[in-house]
């Protein structure tokens, strides 16, 4: 997201919730770092994150190192170098730094710790709730291209319209595997519509949602 082209595409996901609410590990790891980032800079500026952690998981994926970042807390449970379970407690959401409400920013790095254009999309990467599952997609231009900013509708028979836009430039990094260029986390298990309008034409595909999977669509313009 960019609120219109005002910020620069957002690198992590928000997860809302009140102040003090539970943060746990999504893995076994080792903290790779934990504390504030007033003197030690994780972005393009300081105080960006406020009070942080990161895990260094200990699965790898595809030979790459894997790291889990959440910023914003108001509490920090743990200290670097300690291990953690997965589904330990190591903070509590709030909104210290950069935020304008109390949440997590969940964000997902390979290799390069303290490298803000390292991301991966987290959705891909934490367990969806209980008896819902993910999309994940491609939205193409006629030459088989990535359309960046597109807008992407998903239509389900709860009544529900999602929407989504797909990655805005080449630093949000798709999977090395799923080459995806939008996803959308936690849709009840059903049959939905996937919709995009490209320059006047709607792009339309049913997909079927399948509980703690990753389902695939690619819309791809016509001509
Ligand atoms: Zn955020």
């Given at each position: 997201m960019t609120w219109d082209g005002l910020?620069?595409?957002?690198r992590g996901v928000d997860l809302a919730n009140e102040t003090g609410t539970p943060i746990v590990a999504i893995d076994q790891g080792t903290v790779y770092y934990a504390g504030d980032d007033s003197t030690q800079n994780f972005a393009f500026i300081n105080n960006f994150y406020g009070n942080m952690i990161i895990l260094h998981l200990n699965q790898q994926w595809q030979g790459h190192s894997l790291f889990a970042l959440y910023a914003h807390l108001s509490s920090i449970d743990v200290d670097i170098g300690q291990t953690v379970d997965s589904g330990e407690k190591i903070g509590a959401i709030g909104e210290s730094g950069a935020a304008m409400a109390p949440h997590l920013h969940l964000e997902i790095r390979i290799d390069e710790p303290d490298n803000y254009l390292m991301v991966r999309n987290p959705e891909l990467w934490y367990a969806p709730f209980p008896s819902t599952g993910v999309l994940a997609g491609r939205i193409l231009d006629h030459h088989g291209r990535f359309i960046p900013g597109q807008l992407v509708v998903i239509r389900c028979p709860d009544g529900g319209r999602r929407s989504v836009e797909t990655y805005w430039n080449q630093r949000t990094h798709p999977d090395d595997i799923i080459s995806e260029n939008f996803v959308f986390s936690d849709i009840p298990e059903m049959v939905c519509q996937v919709e995009t309008e490209i320059q006047g034409v709607l792009h339309s595909q049913s997909v079927q949602i399948i509980a703690q999977e990753i389902a695939f669509v690619i819309l791809r313009q016509s001509g």
């Open positions: 910020l620069a595409p957002h």
